[in-house]
């Protein structure tokens, strides 16, 4: 193994335009921040993204108008906090393609991508509007066993994963401490993953443990260190509360179009 530390700038420059991105976490719990922050900083452009439940650091990358197009079942920042106000704008205006579904078909096309599968059959769907709405996502399909008509969803294959973890080692491998969402679930579906860590920690911590490891080397093209990464979101065990202040600040910045002077200030504030 040979190690795949580097400043979170050098990671970050890994992304290209029109790339598809599985984010990592859900709405305000361990979302890659700092990392969608530095993103958005680089005016990137067609990026598109995929999230069972996508929510700040998403939303960051879609109110700096790097997305075009998103793959979602819901999208917000839950509670006082409200609907997201970047993928909103960006919908509003005819920036953003939202293609929405289950929770469980946006997981059946991960999966389906996970498996190396052009596609994914998934119960519940055959009478509900989203199938007329996106037949480019879905398709109603005849099983070959008793011919039954079954709703299809096509296989996702983002280009990258990018995923934010309490513990990492220098190698790639990656422990989630408590809800792990889908993130497992996005490093195998995606070509390649990207690591954020509050912390790197010795490899022999992992040998100890390989159960507790949530995302093995093998799959990751590079960690970064990342403290506080997830703010003002909230990671379990390191930081609990989401940030009102920063969370109201950046609503307003998308209101109001002063969204590069909020990154700048909070990039500055994280050095």
């Known amino acids: 193994m040979h190690s795949k530390l580097m ?42 993204i995929v999230s069972v439940f996508p929510g700040y650091a998403a939303d960051v990358l879609c109110a700096a108008d790097c997305v075009d197009t998103v793959y979602f079942s819901f999208f917000g920042f839950e509670n006082e906090f409200g609907l997201a106000p970047g993928f ?25 991508g ?44 983002p280009d990258w994963a990018i995923i934010h973890v ?18 497992g679930l996005l490093a195998r579906a995606a070509r390649k993953t990207i ?26 093209e590079a960690v970064s260190l990342s403290p506080q990464g997830a703010k003002p979101g909230i990671c379990f065990n390191e930081y609990e509360i989401a940030d009102a202040g920063m969370l109201k600040a950046y609503t307003k910045a998308v209101k109001e179009g002063t969204l590069n002077q909020y990154l700048t200030g909070d990039l500055e504030g994280r050095g």
């Open 166 to 183: 309490q513990e990492a080692d220098e190698f790639g491998n990656a422990r989630i401490i408590g809800s792990g969402f889908q993130d």
């Open 114 to 157: 996970a498996s190396g599968v052009p596609f994914m059959p998934v119960g519940g769907l055959l009478k509900s509007e989203l199938l007329d709405m996106r037949p480019d996502f879905f398709q109603v399909m005849t099983s070959p066993f008793n011919g039954e008509k079954v709703a299809a969803v096509k296989a996702l294959v």
């Open 195 to 220: 690591i954020t860590a509050e912390r790197i920690v010795d490899n022999e911590s992992f040998r100890r443990n390989p159960e507790l490891t949530a995302v093995p080397y093998f799959l990751v």
């Open 7 to 48: 400043p979170l700038s050098s990671a970050v420059s890994l992304i290209k335009d029109s790339q598809t991105l599985a984010v990592g976490g859900s709405s305000l719990h361990r979302t890659p921040a700092a990392f969608c922050h530095k993103l958005a900083a680089m005016n990137k452009t067609a990026l598109k």
């Open 88 to 112: 909103r704008k960006g919908c509003q205006e005819g920036k953003i393609k939202a293609i929405e579904g289950s929770c469980i078909s946006i997981i059946a096309a991960l999966r389906a």
